[in-house]
């Protein structure tokens, strides 16, 4: 079943619509879900480490939600843009050099991709006189060859804006350093925006496949871009030393994962790639939250958390002794005890190994892949196996080095962990051990 709503009751192709459908309904319930987590967790400290955060991070929500919602080209480009000058705001929260210098990269690379989306939506609505995607599929089969050409430009240049959004190879050296530096909860809830550009080239590629579109949105070239997003991202994992930098390419790897799956030949593995993709999302959120737990047992990171609060005149709520009952936390062992089991959950989830819903999500897609192996040309097939299981062995490597370092360390000061820091990291990997 499928909802439809018109906004100020103006009719498509006129007027503007949201579309809820199941696709649409999975993605808003994964926004919720991880939303609110990362708010509860944001509650703890960061909302006073800067201004305006709560707002921005509503208006990031409501971006989020209008861009799986709506029905019309234009109006994704607003949602876009709605999602992406919050995100701007909040990447750069807390201050900082490392923030300020890798959310300008962010911004620049955002704002030329939205010129080509603009320069996009302009060719598609010049040659087909309408932008309500539904219209659109039905237009281009009756566009003369002259017409098609542009639309089939208008196409390309929207999966380029797709892809920059997708974290794709080779448009994603932004997406690493901007991930690292951002406050644990903004860097949680990111964990989803790479996964707009996916969920925007599934559903572009799913309505102007029977048009005979030439792959501007799927197909063997976005297989092959999947491959290398997956290469590159592995060594990105290898080649990293620290934890913040390694759940940035985690996440590269979950999005070249999707691009191949997308890209596959024939329908097979979207389900398992849908499965995996909520399961990605959940699981590297989880992450990046724990992984500043982590960073602020170290001794220098509470170093880091003061700077960001002096910089605004602000008291660290951690060192704070007129409230006690706001400070006390889990005291060592069982601290480290949550450390160390919430760590060892995320490397499970994000690598792909048993019994939580990464490995469940993972040997779909291999089952799913080798099954497609007789039928047709085989080298595809082993491709994405070898990629999905060099991948997660790459994870596994990296994660066991650093998690070695950082929890058999000596050097760490006493963590203290707030309820509404570890509830929701806990709550998010409950959701992936239920999801399997």
């Known amino acids: 079943e499928i909802a439809v709503y018109s906004l100020g009751n103006w009719a498509a192709p006129f007027g503007i619509v949201l579309v809820a459908d199941r696709l649409a309904a999975i993605m808003l319930t994964l926004t919720a879900t991880l939303g609110s987590a990362a708010l509860i967790y944001s509650l703890a400290r960061w909302e006073r480490a800067g201004v305006h955060y709560l707002p921005l991070f509503q208006f990031l929500l409501m971006g989020l939600n209008g861009a799986f919602l709506t029905g019309d080209l234009f109006n994704l480009f607003v949602f876009f843009e709605v999602l992406l000058v919050s995100s701007y705001g909040l990447a750069l929260h807390g201050s900082g050099v490392a923030r300020v210098k890798a959310g300008l990269h962010y911004i620049a690379v955002n704002l030329v991709a939205s010129l080509l989306f603009l320069v996009a939506a302009a060719l598609i609505y010049g040659v087909t006189g309408t932008l309500n995607m539904a219209e659109l599929a039905l237009r281009v089969q009756a566009l003369s060859p002259d017409d098609r050409t542009l639309f089939d430009i208008g196409a390309a240049l929207l999966g380029v804006v797709f892809l920059v959004k997708a974290g794709a190879w080779p448009l994603n050296f932004w997406l690493p350093a901007t991930y690292a530096a951002a406050s644990a909860p903004v860097a949680g809830v990111f964990a989803i925006l790479t996964k707009v550009g996916i969920y925007a080239l599934l559903r572009f590629e799913t309505l102007l496949h029977a048009t005979g579109s030439p792959a501007p949105f799927g197909g063997e070239w976005l297989f092959y871009c999947g491959l290398a997003t997956i290469a590159i991202g592995s060594l990105g994992i290898l080649a990293t030393q620290r934890l913040e930098r390694l759940a940035g390419f985690l996440v590269i790897v979950s999005s070249g994962t999707l691009l191949a799956a997308i890209g596959f030949r024939g329908t097979a593995l979207t389900g398992p790639a849908l499965f995996y993709l909520v399961s990605s999302v959940l699981g590297g959120g989880a992450f990046f939250m724990v992984v500043e737990m982590v960073q602020r047992s170290r001794a220098y990171a509470a170093d ?95 994660l066991s080095r650093l998690g070695v370092r950082v929890f058999w360390s000596g050097e760490r000061s006493t963590p203290r962990l707030l309820w509404v820091e570890a509830g929701p990291v806990a709550g998010l990997i409950a959701l992936c051990a239920i999801l399997a």
């Open 304 to 398: 880091l958390l003061a700077i960001s609060f002096e910089a605004f005149g602000l008291q660290d709520p951690a060192s704070d002794t007129e409230h006690p009952d706001e400070t006390v936390g889990l005291p060592i062992p069982g601290a480290m005890a949550f450390l160390g089991l919430t760590f060892v959950s995320c490397a499970l989830l994000l690598t792909g190994l048993p019994p939580l819903s990464g490995f469940v999500a993972k040997f779909s897609l291999l089952a799913a892949a080798i099954a497609e192996a007789p039928g047709g040309n085989p080298l595809p097939s082993w491709l994405f196996v070898a990629a999905l299981l060099l991948s997660g062995l790459a994870g596994i490597i990296s």
